[in-house]
């Protein structure tokens, strides 16, 4: 039997419970649907990372992200990497980044025989550099007159668009051939949520840069949000999510109209979720370790129609990668701390036992660790490390209580997997490895406009 392809899809700050095949109502995400229609659903899928940084060393590597010198600099060298096994397997691999965090000086390209670094067209105003010229980005009048003029005033471009994504990759598939391995990384549902063909009157984009203000005011003096404004965002993000959704059906329409889809499997999943003000933020601020951040989307399609079917053991993005070498027939690599999921669709799930996930937020020498398991989440903050925290997810879902005091053989039992998570995370640190990534101005800005960079 011929290897099977690989379409690897990831989609940036998704939460779980915005997809109608995780509960929602508004019909927004047909192609995604699809995909877990006939495909595998993971209702808790947990993340290793609290943002694009920490989670995809966990995705594409298999290893925690403060493991082999942490995940602030580029991708260690000394990381397993499944991508090179599967090249060195015949597997031709093309990968298609939009985020300037998961770039080939990010060491993102390893192992990708083909690696597309794509970068928004365009440059930011030049007003926004002048003293006091912002101001006037929040005028529809300057806007109007910009027009006039032939200035494009809209805010820049942070990152390709989901529609030219899409467009780039299927031109370049068409001299593809099987096996592969395809990564494709759409950012449209990161913030900023406004689509760039929708500011096409003046009010519109004044509007947009009232919004880049009010968001980054809120989130850095932690301000209240009130519940019609809240709204507003929200909106704004479920038709982003709408236009990537179409994305991802123009990407499986077109690779199966020039029959690159047979005897391919499908993987989509979300680097981590988004923060719809439960914490009294927008966006995934990085120490924000709760599941509206943690509990991802995964979803697997394997080749040919069959009926979809949910899983409900808790699994880990660590797990992807062990899959995707487990499903192509390559014996696993040594380092990597997932496991396959195959075993659960192959009647062993009697043997499949849910064990603990973490997912951590590492900066410099401040580190949150959260274990969760199906029934608590403990976090650990080594700013606070005599103050955990700790939740029965089961009568506490919104995680608000905090019950470490009530249960103390749990918290040392919590406890021991944190120190040991940290222990390791010191004895993985490699030596002279270089600890930071050197951007551009640019992609600077780009970074700083997405709210990575102060």
């Given at each position: ?7 690897f899809?990831s ?35 947990i ?18 992200a ?23 397997h015949?597997?031709t ?18 192992g ?19 003293r006091?010229?912002q101001r ?35 031109k ?30 003046p ?63 499908i ?32 979803l ?21 990668m062990?899959?995707i ?34 997912c ?32 029965d ?6 995680e608000k ?54």
């Amino acid at each position: 039997m011929d290897k099977p392809n690989i379409l690897f899809i990831s989609i940036d700050a998704l939460r779980a419970d915005v997809l109608g095949c995780y509960g929602a109502l508004d019909g927004r995400t047909p192609n995604i649907d699809n995909i877990a229609h006939y495909g595998f659903r993971f209702e808790q899928a947990i993340t290793g990372g609290s943002w694009t940084q920490a989670a995809f060393p966990v995705i594409f590597s298999s290893t925690y992200a403060s493991w082999y010198g942490g995940c602030l600099g580029p991708l260690s060298a000394s990381r397993p990497s499944p991508v090179e096994a599967l090249a060195s397997h015949g597997y031709t691999t093309v990968g298609f980044s939009t985020n300037p965090h998961l770039s080939q000086k990010s060491g993102y390209g390893r192992g990708f025989q083909r690696f597309f670094d794509l970068i928004p067209p365009g440059q930011d105003i030049w007003l926004r550099k002048i003293r006091g010229g912002q101001r006037l980005l929040y005028q529809s009048a300057f806007h109007s007159i910009a027009r006039l003029f032939g200035i494009d005033s809209r805010p820049p471009h942070l990152y390709v668009s989901a529609e030219d994504l899409t467009d780039r990759i299927l031109k370049e598939s068409e001299d593809l051939q099987g096996p592969f391995f395809l990564w494709a990384h759409y950012m449209d549902v990161h913030w900023p949520n406004h689509l760039q063909k929708s500011l096409t009157n003046p009010g519109a984009i004044a509007q947009a840069w009232k919004d880049l203000t009010h968001l980054n005011k809120v989130n850095r003096k932690g301000l209240p949000m009130s519940p019609e404004k809240l709204e507003y965002y929200k909106q704004l993000y479920r038709k982003a999510l709408k236009y990537t959704d179409a994305q991802v059906g123009r990407l499986l329409d077109g690779l199966n109209q020039s029959n690159l889809l047979n005897n391919t499997i499908i993987i989509l999943v979300s680097d981590h979720g988004e923060e719809f003000y439960e914490r009294d933020r927008w966006g995934h601020v990085e120490r924000n370790v709760y599941d509206e951040i943690i509990r991802v989307p995964l979803l697997i399609q394997l080749p040919g129609e069959q009926k979809g079917k949910i899983f409900f053991h808790q699994v880990s993005t660590l797990d992807i990668m062990p899959t995707i070498l487990d499903l192509s027939g390559i014996i696993q690599q040594s380092g990597l701390q997932g496991r396959s999921l195959v075993p659960l669709w192959k009647n062993s799930e009697g043997s499949f036992m849910n064990r603990p996930a973490i997912c951590e937020m590492r900066r410099d020498d401040w580190h949150i660790v959260a274990v969760r398991t199906p029934d608590y989440k403990y976090i650990w903050d080594s700013k606070t490390p005599h103050e955990p925290l700790l939740y029965d997810l089961r009568a506490d879902p919104f995680e608000k209580v905090n019950i470490c005091d009530n249960y103390h053989d749990l918290h040392l039992e919590f406890q021991a997997i944190v120190d040991k998570h940290c222990r390791l995370s010191e004895e993985t640190r490699p030596v002279g490895e270089a600890t930071q990534v050197e951007h551009d101005q640019v992609v600077i800005q780009r970074l700083r406009d997405l709210g990575y960079v102060d």
